[in-house]
């Protein structure tokens, strides 16, 4: 039996939470998009997902200081860093906390499918 691959994605962009649903469905991947830090919070309680897509700004925060949060509720959960922030800090930072991949945007499918192959998420 296959093992279900189960997807989180924390993004305020309702644009990005709908392209990359499509990416992660059209590889058979469950699916969860949420907009907020505490939507994700109040989620990770109920559900642990194989991976998380993370942006990183956010009305309430940043999301790269909920990358904790998230490796608290399961260490084995694989976290993809998104973001359009092109300070050179922040992916060191997101390195040092234990981010699995770093992407900047924008992102095309490319990007993200090529992730997946990396990560052994074959398509089915």
């Known amino acids: 039996m296959a093992k279900v691959i ?3 994605i924390i993004d305020d962009d309702d644009d990005m939470g709908i ?7 059209l590889r058979k991947i469950y699916c ?11 989620c990770l309680q109920k559900l642990k997902p194989t991976v998380i897509f993370l942006d990183n700004s956010f009305p309430e925060g940043l ?3 909920f990358i904790q949060v998230i490796k608290s509720a399961d260490k084995d959960i694989k976290i993809i860093m998104l973001t359009g922030d ?11 906390e234990g981010v699995d991949y770093f992407l900047r945007k924008p992102l095309n499918a490319k990007k993200i ?5 990396a990560m052994n998420f074959i398509r089915k």
């Open 113 to 117: 499918n090529d992730v997946l192959d």
């Open 19 to 25: 392209i990359l649903t499509t990416l992660l469905e």
């Open 32 to 42: 969860m998009a949420v907009q907020t830090l505490s939507e994700a919070r109040d």
């Open 6 to 8: 189960t997807a989180m």
């Open 63 to 65: 999301g790269i200081n």
């Open 86 to 96: 092109y300070s050179p800090w922040i992916e060191q930072k997101a390195c040092d």
